[in-house]
């Protein structure tokens, strides 16, 4: 169980152009943080880097358990989502089938993927093949993944931006319960999230 | 989890590409006319059926290479394979065994119906299916790692074709041989044996480079 996450001194490049440079960060349980800044600063290179999905140049990245420290791929592979632009979520089979596999391969339980979807107002759209759902209805079935397998650490990459006002506030609810019971959030934004969030700016390349 | 993984994987393999349907139509149509080519003597083709049935096997199983890692790739979800909780090696072995499931096994049942069409022996049909499914189980490990190597790039399916072709050529001549040796009366266990040893090495090695491969294009 991660109880926080420490950045230290972290340096990331993608490329040739070097991104972040001595960048920390310390987030706790129960707290989300919200990373601003303009296209291009680092924002989502920086979550894929905390997934483990990129090698920082230098520093480190930690993981917290209630015990002392926890093995980073032990943390990763077991405490942590991540939701990116692409949701790995295949157009071609059925939403339920998605969901069900993306819920189950990170913990959680066919019956916790099914509240999920209800709580989602994804239930009617369960046999529908993926690529037949709106870009708001894709991004509310990777949201159910969330809400359906508990793991702590929540990497958002612009996780509100296809989705209309009624359900923006619906996830924001989905937030607070995470914050509630322990969870962390860092979440990459252009609008403020709907919960209270501490603001990291990043100041990209120069 | 590795049930829940495995039957997503062969639900996956069975709608890429036409899955097995494509590849033993694939055998089909060569061996249909390699005799339009060869010229219809029964003597000349059934000298060359079993040679002829392992390199049109092999070919066919290069069909759906390409899409094995790379559709996970492109939409996000070799990340959360990435997070998921078994190892990426782990991950990588059962796409291949998916893999060789719905394309191999299928493929292993074909090749003694189309080299017998072509003049083989009848009495060789189980040595070859026997042969065909080893060969199938290198063909589809050693044709996963160069799927997960050629991930990333333009054209990846003829950069596959390029780094696997050569791999495939011991499973090729250990199981013509065996095959050719059982139909002319000399012991055929030894290149069977060496068959096995190549297909289960791949197995044991493939897993690592593939998932170091997809963790390099990832990052």
């Known amino acids: ?206 | 989890m590795i049930g829940v993984l495995l039957k997503r994987e062969l639900a996956l393999a069975w709608g890429r590409g036409g899955g097995a349907a494509l590849a033993v139509g694939f055998l089909a149509c060569a061996s249909v006319m390699l005799p339009l080519s060869l010229g219809p003597e029964p003597a000349r083709l059934a000298r060359v059926a079993s040679g002829v049935a392992w390199v049109v096997l092999a070919l066919a199983s290069l069909l759906s290479l390409e899409r094995m890692f790379e559709r996970d790739f492109e939409d996000g979800a070799l990340d959360l394979l990435c997070l998921g909780p078994l190892p990426l090696e782990v991950v990588a072995t059962v796409k291949c065994l998916a893999q060789w499931v719905v394309v191999g096994a299928p493929l292993a049942l074909a090749t003694p119906i189309a080299a017998i069409a072509l003049g083989a022996k009848p009495q060789a049909a189980p040595l070859l299916t026997l042969a065909a499914a080893l060969g199938g189980l290198a063909f589809a490990f050693v044709g996963g790692a160069g799927a997960a190597l050629a991930l990333a790039s333009r054209r990846g399916g003829l950069l596959i074709a390029l780094i696997v072709l050569p791999l495939l050529t011991p499973p090729v001549i250990f199981g013509g041989a065996a095959v050719e040796s059982f139909q002319i009366g000399l012991p055929w266990l030894a290149p069977l044996l060496m068959l096995g040893a190549y297909a289960l090495a791949a197995a044991a090695l493939t897993p690592f480079a593939m998932a170091a491969a997809c963790r390099n294009a990832l990052s």
């Open chain 1, 1 to 206: 169980m991660i109880v926080a996450l420490r950045i230290e001194e972290l340096c990331l490049a993608r490329g040739e152009r070097r991104l972040l440079a001595g960048f920390s960060l310390a987030l706790e349980a129960g707290e989300a943080i919200a990373l601003t800044g303009p296209n291009g600063a680092g924002k989502t290179t920086l979550l894929r880097s905390v997934a483990g999905l990129i090698r920082p140049l230098c520093g480190a990245i930690r993981f917290d358990g209630g015990e002392g420290r926890l093995d980073a791929d032990d943390a990763r592979r077991f405490g942590c989502h991540l939701l990116g632009h692409q949701d790995g979520l295949k157009s071609g089979r059925s939403a339920g089938e998605e969901l069900d596999f993306q819920v189950r391969w990170t913990g959680g339980t066919t019956d916790a993927a099914q509240g999920a979807a209800e709580r989602l107002g994804l239930t009617r759209l369960l046999g529908l093949p993926v690529r037949a759902l709106s870009a708001g209805q894709r991004r509310r079935l990777a949201l159910a993944r969330l809400a359906a397998s508990h793991r702590p650490l929540w990497l958002l990459d612009e996780p509100l931006a296809p989705l209309d006002a009624a359900h923006r506030i619906l996830v924001g609810e989905l937030m607070s319960e995470h914050l509630g019971r322990g969870g962390l959030i860092l979440a990459a934004v252009h609008d403020p999230l709907p919960i209270l969030a501490r603001e990291v700016g990043l100041a990209g390349a120069p």
